[in-house]
């Protein structure tokens, strides 16, 4: 895969090796995310951030990133109520709006929207979630947490060992992670669900196809005591045909530090796409698990800025710049560090 | 006319010179505009983007225009929630807000409420629309564009012949261009539209009054023969007392290529202010044009940057500095480039 | 008071050392705050501006002052929407948009939601405005206000001679004051307010602790003699029970050019937290002083500009580096001197 100038629709796009760039990407970026130093290398260049919906980590993560390579942001978050109003076609919108800026980032509800954009645009698009399709800067994320976090355990990818909790019917982040997961060697999925809200036959036949291991478990308990990594999720009730049925799964699966001490190895690491649902009756993930170090929810997102950052340096051919336009930040970071 | 700290509120402020002088600063800002120069001359300087009423084109290229001057922007799309619902003049909102920027640009929906906001103002101030009266920035860039499309043809605006086409009546861009055109000499206008959506007078006297010739038509396909340029507009049917009455106009002139084809002279431009109403009951420029390489209405919204660029560089007194600041382009353009 | 890496959440935390160091830095930042000269000297630095609730003039001012320091600002003015929604926590909102940023502020409705924000972040916060409970930077931003008018008098805060009017009881910005006022020495309190809109008892009872003088009154005219600077506010009537109760009170106190000029001693300076309410059953400040010399109230909006830079040079302790990242404007800025 050669990033320059491409768009970034899908985590399809992604094969072994490419995922290796990104990472290896990443890791040269760590220094400015975390306000070690800073560098210039995109001063001039401008960002255009069209979110269709709603959101606010996912836009300020994409624009914090440019940012800390140097360049600017110009944001729309209420495109509804303009030109395609006055029927304005896809591709004229995608014509007129990458003109003014050097690479795109888009959300828009309809699944397969940003690509029909992407196809009009005269600039590079970077997909920030199509409706339920694809995310595919959280699925590398979430990836890059894994091995950073099996780095520090002389772990890999390779040989992992994951239990996927909860939602995994309609979390479009566990779908993706699957997808890129299939790309690795010898991984041991634990798969924990009430069997309505089990993976889809489509992802558990790529787990297969990838000669990985596979485990279904409708108890969490029981399936937690041999794994690497945790990854739970929210149920997305937002996407169930009501709330009433989705109520009927908050709830079902809560990690608390109690039960993390009784059933876990020593430092298994627990991961979530967030936003968890800290509400009474969800708390799939307890607040008394906020001092454990092992909890790596806030890397994650952390994380995110880190791979942003390396998707715009590879995208706009930036890579070996970086740390030519860059020096020591000179400001207050202390409390940032951990 | 002395742009060094003006307010741009009306295209009557603008006599031939000083046309010239926007569009020579324009030619100086085209490299910038196309991503083969960085500029940083307006780093430090501060827009105050005030849309009063929602706008995604024009806010962002106002923006862009700004960031790739080296400057930065500072929006806000939301203001009726604000002071002035706690019974704020417009007076005091302009004299705290414009505090707060190097210049300020402001859309409105009320007639004159930029020019009564301009007065107060401590800085200078550009129209970027107040209601159905004024958006000079766009008449700038209509007739920059037929300016540069005609060019590489080996004509100028004087002895234009241009055809105006659709809503003539409520189309505000035609408006401003009809008033820039009477500054040049012997341009043939032919006005294309049913009666009820013809010019108002107020234009037509201009026309005859700048010596112009004029030709009135309710038939597009007999009209288009002898143009240079062909100005399409859309069915504003927002501004009409009801849809159905708009609706009874809509699609009533539809530009297609076997159209265009059949009765333009080779290398006919086709300019369109857009939003282009591509929905089936309009349709008046079909997406079959384009990739006919005279279609220039993609062409027209880069070039509102490039214009809103020059305005900014004017007016902040800055022309002569701008290549003093400037350096190569180090990140990927390629998709941009024709 | 050691302001490097602290929140500023209240008035509360400041003694009268503190504000001396905020003033003193301040009068440091006018050179750029007034577009002679233009730092660089947070190049890089990222603040996260979280707007719970809309508001233009207090998000604009901060994002103005943080890229007159050379940051850039990401704002987010609909957080409502977003994760919250979805049961997320406070603690995990905080932790979670503190990672993108190098200082954030905020703007929330609930009283003390700032301070728990504050608790989880991981980079300093600034309160603006936590609904009716503190909104710091305005209390300092008057403060300066009335020591800068004043040192032109050859007077000080201490020994000042000071008449609020209007809505005591509802007025988040009096009590600051009042709060702040009470640091310092000798001031000579005049309160005109109906008795049912009168200051609290809890800032009564802090004035008299201060051993100031405190004369309370119905009567604007025959309280406003000997004063030094009139504190004029408008009936906050958003927090009354009802608009009908708050209409009870609206233009009560008015004050205009030939009031001032009967009862006033020459130059008696006139402020105003604005907005000012000047629909016509209030118009507590008539608009014929807008000529008045000592009529302050547009030089404090510029004031908080520079208030707020000194607040975030102080917290990313950057004091001694702003002069070094500086240089001569080098654009139109002759407006904006009186």
Redesign the interface.
């Known amino acids: 895969m050669n990033f320059?100038?491409s768009h970034i629709l899908s985590v399809s796009q992604f094969d072994r090796q490419a995922i290796e760039s990104v990472f290896s990407v990443a890791e040269a970026m760590e220094p400015y995310a975390q306000?070690k130093r800073?560098?210039?290398?995109?001063?001039?260049?401008?960002l255009?951030s069209m979110f269709f919906e709603?959101?606010?980590?996912t836009?300020?993560?994409f624009?914090?990133a440019f940012?800390?390579l140097?360049g600017?942001?110009?944001?729309?978050?209420?495109?509804k109520?303009?030109?395609?109003a006055?029927?304005?076609?896809f591709?004229?919108t995608a014509?007129?709006?990458s003109?003014?800026?050097?690479v795109i980032v888009m959300r828009h509800e309809l699944e397969g929207s940003v690509a029909e954009f992407a196809s009009a645009s005269?600039?590079?698009v970077l997909n920030a979630g199509d409706g339920a399709n694809e995310h595919p800067s959280q699925a590398l994320l979430d990836l890059y947490t894994i091995r950073k976090e099996l780095q520090g355990r002389g772990k890999t990818i390779d040989n992992l060992r994951i239990a996927l909790i909860g939602d995994l019917r309609y979390g479009r982040a566990v779908h993706s992670l699957v997808k890129l997961l299939c790309l690795f060697t010898n991984v041991q999925f634990t798969l924990v669900s009430p069997p309505e809200l089990a993976l889809p036959a489509v992802y558990l036949d790529a787990i297969r196809a990838a000669g990985h291991q596979l485990v279904e478990s409708t108890q969490m308990n029981s399936s937690i005591s041999n794994a690497d990594i945790l990854y739970v999720t929210?149920t997305q009730?937002?996407r169930f045909p009501s709330l009433a049925e989705a109520a009927k799964y908050k709830g079902l699966f809560r990690l608390n530090q109690a039960t993390y001490t009784q059933f876990c190895e020593p430092n298994t690491v627990i991961m979530h796409p967030?936003?968890?649902?800290?509400?009474g009756d969800?708390n799939e993930l307890d607040?008394d698990l906020?001092e454990n170090p092992n909890l790596a929810?806030?890397r994650q997102?952390?994380n995110g800025?880190t791979i942003r950052m390396a998707l715009f340096a590879l995208?706009?051919?930036?890579v070996d710049?970086v740390d030519k336009h860059s020096r020591e930040?000179?400001?207050?970071?202390?409390?940032?560090l951990p």
Chains 1, 2, 3 share one sequence.
């Open positions: 320059v100038g306000r800073v560098t210039r290398v995109l001063e001039g260049a401008i255009g709603p959101s606010t980590r836009r300020v993560s624009g914090c940012n800390l140097g600017e942001v110009r944001e729309t978050t209420e495109i109520a303009t030109a395609i006055k029927g304005e076609s591709y004229d014509r007129v709006l003109g003014y800026s050097d005269r600039v590079p929210r009730e937002e967030l936003p968890r649902d800290s509400r969800a607040n906020n929810i806030f997102t952390d800025v995208i706009l051919d930036v710049e930040v000179n400001w207050y970071t202390a409390r940032r």
